[in-house]
């Protein structure tokens, strides 16, 4: 099991949740692997949850229904959001608020097939107190075999 | 207090410490802004703060003498090892160990001058068992002003 | 002070929160040893802490009155709910739900008479998101002099 | 995905970690379910790590190449042992010590096929003080999708 | 960088969030420092950083517009939040709350001139269950460059 | 239960563990309190609980032999250690050092006699990188039932 170089399975995510139209980072993601990207803002951080998690079922990155990929989707998901807040995964509790861009992959990242899928979840964006401008950068990424 | 799109001092931490000659990855940096890049790899979480405050303060990002600076770099570092261990700040003690590529740039992000220098700490590298391949990625930020 | 082996509060508790008709699980408490069992669902984890505290006070497993025991049963509910939450004691922030049964147990498990009482809380059931069936079994026992 | 009664996978994997043969617990595990059983005791909670993995690898309950599996594991382990510590993932750093029994169980606890295997991970001993006798009980349970 | 004996500014912060008119402490605080106090008591953490952060607001301690001092002194907040709630940065989600006075302390406690402002946030009063008495006393600090 | 302004335990566990022959901080415990303080500066938390232990048993504040009043000081120091740390209670491992000075206190801080004796564990001093003078203060209190 070797990660291969072309297949970085959570840069491809983070430079998804990175990405907007001035920026030039470009490249090119492995054949079949699948991807969807949000945004979501919120005080809850259970709104952050439900979006990447509903956004990952209606672009069939994961199954909607049964509960093994959702589970592994979840814990990339809390992963992701340890990242993001650094300790504590309360958001509006402490009075801070975030707005993130989001991105979700489904792939194998090692050269070896019999490692399966993996997904990766980012989230980037701000966090900060609920004031226009309060904030600053943050960043999560959560990596789970699925 | 504005975040500058062409300043943002995160994005531009994580790049960088994404960052390899493959990549196609081309982005310009404000005037005046400082960085430094390196690499770790270790069991042990200390190894990792001294390598990125080491490296730091060699580059001049920030004040090699006097404690102010110091402690602002060592929460952006403390930050970004939460995003890379995301729960528990241990590496050896939980059996795992990393290999990081780490960037630190120094910067004010904001439009208003007011806002002064702000310190940007990013981790970008693989986390998992000491077995060579038993790993996959894993990211941190950390942003302080300073 | 010695833990003596037919005395083991934390396992009689657990073996209480596991327990239901069907199972061919016996075994007999020391004399003189307190114990309540119920049940709490819920994502609000207030619910569960207040849940248990009801039934312990109201089965005299500890005194209504006064703040001791009180505390004592608190922090034990607490190391519970680590177990059952690993990690962050939320449930509904994080977009999970637990389904509970419960047992409190009191008795002195050393050798020693001057050891006096403990209290053991186990919580066993289940935790997932908040749809039926996408969950899975968790567990979680606190232990306290009181 | 519902959890089957007859086949619920933490209970068997908890209970396999308190067995004993004073017990009068029996209890007959799904056809095909693999599960071992083993102890540790250690100040150093990589030892337990460690000593979970190579079982469960030695007798086949995990596939000893590949990462996909010995990933599941691990977190599977991290969370049984939230439970053990509650709170900080630190034995010895914390002057203490734990003496676990452990048993690891694979199966599929739903009633649907297609939810695969899952592996649970059972903790069940004392922790305490480094001084024989000092200490009182411990569990912790951990469950992945395999 | 060497502390200055007579500028302890944790000290100090401390010694004023306990402070009332019984007491006889007695201290006299560095010309030119600034501090207020106050209290707040409540089940929701949000509302004491939000007390804590109006005070030092209105009494300019710290600058009411621009992010860079409120960033400090929120994270001192959280710092002195993390000593009164040892272990989650929770309330009332763990059925606890708040009676509190605190101190925001603002000036340089080192001899060198160049190490510039820091701030000190202490918290001092008691947690508990929310009935009346059913409490014990609780304090926090936190202290950030500014 | 209500806590007796005169009798505020943690209160005076944090003036003995701040107090210094020149403060002018003048305070009397109650009758038949036990008090003992004393000094531990480490990279190694072990040694923190190790020396409020030892401390503690010499002076006869809690008993030596038997557990459970190990076990109530135990916790009192670990909530001590949250205030200090705040987050992760590690130290070296984190590339930080403390110098501390600490107080044990025990009494009744209720009007009620039969709320029985409380120990509260005060821990002051300094907390910052392994260079002199690169460091800030920091508070810590633990208080529980005994």
Same mark, same amino acid.
């Given at each position: 099991? !070797?990660?291969? !170089?072309?297949?970085?399975?959570?840069?491809?995510?983070?430079?998804?949740?990175?990405? @907007? &139209? *001035?920026?030039?980072?470009?490249?090119?993601?492995?054949?079949?692997? *699948?991807?969807? &990207?949000?945004?979501?803002?919120?005080?809850?951080? *259970?709104? &952050? !949850?439900?979006? &990447?998690?509903?956004?990952?079922?209606?672009? @069939?990155?994961?199954? %909607?229904?049964?509960?093994?990929?959702?589970?592994?989707?979840?814990?990339?998901?809390?992963?992701?959001?340890?990242?993001?807040?650094?300790? *504590?995964?309360?958001?509006? %509790?402490?009075?801070?608020?975030?707005?993130?861009?989001?991105?979700?992959?489904?792939? @194998?990242?090692?050269?070896?097939?019999?490692?399966?899928?993996?997904?990766?979840?980012?989230?980037?964006?701000?966090?900060?107190?609920?004031?226009?401008?309060?904030?600053?950068?943050?960043?999560?990424?959560?990596? @789970?075999?699925?």
């Amino acid at each position: 099991m !070797v990660l291969a !170089v072309e297949r970085r399975i959570g840069k491809f995510a983070v430079l998804l949740a990175m990405s @907007n &139209v *001035q920026d030039e980072i470009t490249f090119s993601l492995p054949e079949h692997w *699948q991807t969807c &990207v949000g945004k979501v803002g919120s005080m809850d951080s *259970q709104k &952050v !949850v439900a979006a &990447v998690e509903t956004a990952a079922k209606r672009e @069939n990155i994961i199954k %909607s229904d049964g509960y093994r990929e959702t589970h592994a989707l979840y814990h990339a998901i809390m992963d992701a959001m340890s990242g993001v807040t650094r300790g *504590q995964v309360q958001l509006g %509790s402490l009075m801070r608020t975030v707005g993130l861009r989001f991105a979700v992959v489904r792939g @194998n990242p090692y050269e070896e097939v019999e490692e399966g899928d993996w997904i990766a979840v980012a989230l980037y964006g701000t966090i900060g107190a609920p004031v226009r401008g309060s904030e600053h950068e943050t960043i999560g990424l959560g990596i @789970n075999h699925i």
